[in-house]
């Protein structure tokens, strides 16, 4: 359940994430959404992801996506099933596609943030293929 002032933690969130640089294991997008999740409900999932499984790179990322059946099937198992695009609002975590890649993202106003090498990347809201509802 979303805390009451979420809005203003997911805002923050963003602030402080304007200027990171992608890491993998530190500032990726499962982690980022992880982090904005934990701001707004108070869970702990950067800690469950960080103490589950190591990874630092692209290799060992995708080590872990492949173990546990792709990027949809993990997210799942921390958020619960997913949904349909058409539900997705501001805080909740969706899958998106950019440059054919998946990405992990929140919504916040009509757009998808998500860490990129540049900062946080704003993709638009048209390119959201799942919805997890937050």
């Known amino acids: 359940m979303r805390r009451a002032d979420w809005m203003e933690r997911l805002q923050g969130c963003v602030e402080n994430a304007k200027l990171l640089p992608f890491r993998y294991g530190v500032h990726d997008c499962c982690l980022w959404a992880a982090r904005c999740v934990d701001e707004m409900c108070g869970t702990n999932h950067v800690y469950a992801i960080e103490s589950r499984f190591n990874y630092s790179d692209e290799d060992s990322a995708n080590a872990v996506i492949v173990a546990g059946k792709g990027l949809l099937a993990l997210v799942d198992e921390f958020l619960g099933d997913h949904t349909g695009k058409q539900w997705a609002a501001p805080g909740d975590v969706v899958l998106v ?16 943030i998500a860490p990129s090498d540049h900062g946080l990347l704003v993709l638009p809201y048209d390119d959201i293929a799942v919805c997890w509802k937050v």
């Open 97 to 112: 596609r950019n440059a054919g890649r998946a990405l992990v993202g929140i919504v916040v106003g009509h757009s998808v």
